[in-house]
C-alpha cells in the first residue's frame, strides 16, 4: 500500500510532440519500500496545479507575515 509521494528534486521536462508534462517523483510504500517513477501531466493540468501552487505560495507567504507580527519582528 501507498503511504504518499514526494517531488524529486530533478527538473520537471514538457514534451511538446507529446504533449505532456512529466514530473519525477518517489513513491512511499508503508513498508518502507520506495521507488522512483514519474507524474505525467496534460497541458490543462500544469496550467491547474500552476494557479493551485501560487495559490498556497501566497497562502504561506501571508500566515509567515502574521507569525512575525505576532512575536513582534
Not at 509521494?5 to 530533478?10: A, F, N, P, Q, V
Not at 505532456?20 to 496545479?49: F, I, K, N, S
Amino acid at each position: 500500500m501507498i503511504s504518499h509521494i514526494t517531488i524529486d528534486r530533478r527538473d520537471a521536462t514538457y514534451d511538446h510532440h507529446a504533449e505532456q508534462a512529466v514530473l519525477p517523483v518517489t513513491v512511499h510504500h508503508r513498508d518502507g519500500r520506495t521507488e522512483r517513477t514519474r507524474l505525467v501531466m496534460a497541458p490543462g493540468q500544469v496550467e491547474l496545479y500552476h494557479l493551485q501552487l501560487g495559490r498556497m505560495i501566497s497562502e504561506r507567504t501571508a500566515a509567515r507575515k502574521l507569525d512575525r507580527e505576532a512575536v513582534g519582528q
